[in-house]
């Protein structure tokens, strides 16, 4: 079969679902990912053919996509600051506001003495845990979650990109403590409240785990509270602490730092304009 057919097929199926640039964008990904094909191989060679074989993945990813499984799934990857991340349905696909979390902690990691104690709270792929294992090699990483498959993944994705992470597993919401001090916390717990759940889109709601995406409507800061009193007792003498939040609860958090003694509290926005990461330290060591 014509490649440039498949691509009509793609357009036909899924015009309807997504805008006409994204499903261009998604068939690209496809035949680079699955064919080995170059991005603009239709404009070099417009009667490329395509074997059975190869047909055979196209309409598979093309019937996952039309049930608007997120790409990153189809194709089982990613990419976290130029790093290859694995990822399936056991965890969330990790977003571009969460780079820029990690970015924060790698301009201040740059300024710090190096043997320095991390941990990643909810580490979900190891996105965050990785990156910074990657590109601080001298930190000593550990990572929590509470998902045995999502900590299968992570582990995948720490041999992957060649770190050392000690993982373990852990439900935050149960541990009395951190086991031990760290010189850097960070976090991008659950965070999205049930009553925002209209706002998002069918394709994240129904494929990624809701277990890493919403908290109850009564309690929005239940993780934020946890990780704060974790954080008061486990982290060192000017240890930092590092938050992904919700735009709409960032007065929330800092309030609630604020009543566990950190101070410096400082709010960044994301590309998009909005609240969404809080850097706090701790005014006082208890
Ligand atoms: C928003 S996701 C973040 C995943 C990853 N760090 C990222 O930024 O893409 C939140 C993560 O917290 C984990 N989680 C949820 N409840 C938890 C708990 N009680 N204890 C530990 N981890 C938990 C979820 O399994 C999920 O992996």
Redesign the pocket.
Known sequence: MLLKEIKEIYHRELDEIYPKEEVDSMFYLMIEHFLGLERFILAIDPEIVITKDEEQYMFEGLSKLKKEQPIQYVLGQTT?LDLKILVNES?????PE?EE?VNWALEDINDMDDDLEII??????????ISLAKLKPYLKVTA????GP?LEVAKKNALLNEVNIQFRE??????GSLGKNYDIII?????IREMERYKMRNNVLQNE?N???FVPDNDPLL?YR?IAKLARDGLNENGALYL?INQYLSEDVKMLLKEFSFSEIELRKDIFGNDRMIRARLASIN
């Open positions: 976290f965890v969330l696909i990790p977003r969460t979390l990643d709270i909810g580490t979900g792929s190891g996105c965050i845990a929590i979650d509470i998902s999502a852990v439900d935050i919401l149960k541990a976090s991008n717990p659950p965070y785990p277990s890493a995406l993780f946890t992904e």
